[in-house]
Nanobody, 129 residues
Framework: QLQPVESGGDLVQPGGSLRLSCSAS????????VGWFRQAPGKEREGVSC????????NYADSVKDRFTISRDTFKNTVYLQMNNLKPEDTAVYYC??????????????????????WGQGTQVTVSS
């Protein structure tokens, strides 16, 4: 069974950058869709970005467009989230989630309706001066 594992969270100053990694154990990410979600204290979980691994098609929340970039390295079985120009409101626990979806054409930013059944443990991103 596929198990995502996140890494790369840290404390960074506003305007700084971080790169999160989501590696997968137990299965290849081929034919999967991988999403990044985040949850801040007292707030609901929100979808940040996702990628259809085989096709490389991506999707972004409006709040992170032009600042975050999702990518994948199929040889390393890893998906990345490059986060630039970070803001204090980006502070949250970031989760990586995966879904086997060989026929998907647009990846969802919602984890409802059975999407993204495989989740990592999360990595903390704190943006503060």
């Amino acid at each position: 069974q596929l198990q995502p594992v996140e890494s790369g969270g840290d404390l960074v100053q506003p305007g700084g950058s971080l790169r999160l990694s989501c590696s997968a154990s137990g299965s290849t990410l081929a034919h999967h869709t991988v999403g990044w979600f985040r949850q801040a204290p007292g707030k609901e979980r929100e979808g940040v970005s996702c990628i259809i691994v085989s096709a490389g098609r991506t999707n972004y929340a409006d709040s992170v467009k032009d600042r975050f970039t999702i990518s994948r390295d199929t040889f390393k079985n890893t998906v990345y989230l490059q986060m630039n120009n970070l803001k204090p409101e980006d502070t949250a626990v970031y989760y990586c989630a995966a879904e086997y979806a060989p026929l998907m054409t647009i990846c969802p930013l919602l984890s409802t309706n059975g999407h993204y059944p495989h989740w990592g443990q999360g990595t903390q991103v704190t943006v503060s001066s």
